[in-house]
C-alpha cells in the first residue's frame, strides 16, 4: 500500500472520530449550553446579581469543558489535529483569562478591606464624622485608583476580544469541533470577566438619575443578597454615589449608609467566590491541555 493512501485512510480515521466524539452527548451539551450564554449574552445588564449569574454559569461551561476534554477519543483526534499555532493560541488564552481573573480578585480584595476601615468607623460609638469623612474620602480615592488600573486592563481586552475568535482557516476546515467549542468557550468567559471589571469599576460613570436612586435607597436601605432577583442595579455604584453624597452634605444617615454598605459586602463575598472557582476550573482546564498535547 502507498504511503500517500496510508496517510489518506488515517486522515479519514481520525475525521471518523472526531465526528463520533462531536455526536456524544456531552459534546451536544456542551454546545447547547455555549449557544444559551452567547443568546443571553445581548440583554444582560451591568448589575451586581446580572454579573453573579453570569459567573455561575461560566463554572457550568468550564464543566462541560473539562468532561469533553476527558474524553480519550477527542483527546485523540484534538492532539492530531490541532497544529502548533492553535495550541498557542489556546494555552496563551487560558493564561490571560487567569490573569484577568487575578486581577479582578486583587480589585475585591482592595474594595473590602478599604470598606472595611469605613464600616469600623462606623461601628464605633466614638467615631466621630470627621474619622468618617477622613476614611470616606480614603475610601473614594481608592476607587480613583483602581478604576484607573481596571481602565487599562480593558483596553487590552479590546485586542484579547479579536484574539480569541474563531479564525477563518478554523472555521473553513475545521480540524476538530473541540477546537472551534473552546475559543469560542474562552471568547464568552472574557465578556463575562470584562462585565464583571466594568462592574467594579463603574467605568461608564453616575447618571443623575442613578445617583439620586441611591440618595433615596440610602434614606430607606433594602438588605439584599448579590444574587436576590430584586438586586438590579450596580452595588459599588450606589455606595460611591451615596458616599459622596454624605461627604458634601455631612454625614447625617451613616447608620442606614451601614445597611447598603452591609449589602454591598455580601455583593464583594459572592463575586470573590465566583471568581475564585472559575479561576480553579480554567486552571483545571489548562492542566488538560498541556496533558493531551504533551503526549
Known amino acids: 500500500m502507498a504511503i500517500a493512501e496510508i496517510n489518506t485512510k488515517i486522515s479519514q480515521h481520525l475525521r471518523s472520530n472526531s465526528l463520533t466524539s462531536a455526536a456524544h452527548p456531552l459534546a451536544s451539551q456542551f454546545e447547547e449550553h455555549l449557544h444559551g450564554l452567547k443568546g443571553s449574552e445581548a440583554t444582560s445588564s451591568l448589575s451586581s446579581s446580572s454579573v453573579c449569574h453570569k459567573l455561575n454559569d461560566m463554572l457550568d461551561l468550564h464543566d462541560y469543558t473539562n468532561k469533553l476534554l476527558q474524553l480519550p477519543i477527542e483527546q485523540q483526534a ?24 487575578s486581577t479582578a480578585k486583587d480589585c475585591l480584595l482592595q474594595s473590602k478591606e478599604c470598606m472595611h476601615e469605613l464600616q469600623s468607623v462606623i461601628r464605633r460609638k466614638r467615631g466621630t464624622e470627621t474619622e468618617f469623612v477622613v476614611e470616606g474620602v480614603k475610601y473614594l480615592a481608592l476607587r480613583k485608583k483602581m478604576k484607573k488600573q481596571i481602565q487599562k486592563g480593558l483596553e487590552n481586552l479590546k485586542a484579547m476580544k479579536n484574539e480569541l475568535i474563531p479564525s477563518s482557516s478554523i472555521k473553513d476546515n475545521k480540524p476538530s469541533s473541540m477546537l472551534s467549542f473552546l475559543k469560542e468557550a474562552q471568547a464568552i468567559t472574557l465578556s463575562s470577566l470584562e462585565q464583571l471589571l466594568l462592574l467594579i469599576s463603574d467605568s461608564k460613570g453616575h447618571s443623575k438619575h442613578r445617583r439620586w436612586l441611591a440618595i433615596s435607597k440610602l434614606m430607606q436601605p433594602k438588605r439584599a443578597v448579590c444574587n436576590s432577583e430584586e438586586s438590579y442595579t450596580n452595588g459599588f455604584e450606589n455606595v460611591d454615589a451615596a458616599l459622596q453624597s454624605l461627604i458634601s452634605h455631612k454625614p447625617s444617615y451613616i447608620e442606614n449608609f451601614h445597611s447598603h454598605m452591609e449589602n454591598l459586602g455580601m455583593c464583594i463575598q459572592d463575586l470573590e467566590i465566583g471568581i475564585e472557582h472559575l479561576s480553579r476550573k480554567l486552571i483545571r482546564n489548562r492542566v488538560s491541555l498541556l496533558n493531551i498535547f504533551n503526549h
Open 78 to 101: 484534538f492532539a492530531q489535529e490541532c497544529n502548533d499555532k492553535w495550541v498557542d493560541e489556546l494555552l496563551e488564552g487560558s493564561l490571560r483569562l487567569l490573569d484577568i481573573c
